[in-house]
């Protein structure tokens, strides 16, 4: 199993920007971490995902150009930075961790982020 600890939310201007940092711990071995998102009344939807070996990485539509995500082998983070927030942009912010791809078998407890318009 893997731990994941989420970092760096709080509450911004629309226009403004935050980095989300992920630390990861236990079982490191992982192929590919994502970022999630649940705003309130809504389902859980996918942000961005990086694999970890090769650092390709997929976005959100909703979030191209806008949202970076990387990683830090080394350190095993991964981090989300995140320009240009909209208030729709508002929710609690998960990352999660999986061995096979496409498939997310750890997750983090998640981070609020706040965009006021």
């Known amino acids: 199993q893997v731990q994941l600890v989420e970092s760096g939310g709080g509450l911004v201007q629309a226009g403004g920007s935050l980095r989300l940092s992920c630390a990861a711990s236990?079982?490191?071995?992982?192929?590919?971490m994502g970022w999630f998102r649940q705003a309130p009344g809504k389902e859980r939807e996918f942000v961005a995902n990086?694999?970890?070996?090769?650092?390709?990485?997929k976005y959100a539509d909703s979030v191209k150009g806008r949202f970076t995500i990387s990683r830090d082998s080394a350190k095993n983070m991964m981090y989300l930075q995140m320009n240009s927030l909209k208030p729709e942009d508002t929710a609690v912010y998960y990352c999660?961790?999986?061995?096979?791809?496409?498939?997310?078998?750890?997750w983090g407890q998640g981070t609020q982020v706040t965009v006021s318009s």
């Open positions: 236990g079982r490191t071995f992982k192929r590919h």
């Open positions: 999660a961790a999986g061995v096979n791809l496409g498939k997310y078998d750890d």
């Open positions: 990086i694999r970890w070996g090769d650092g390709s990485t």
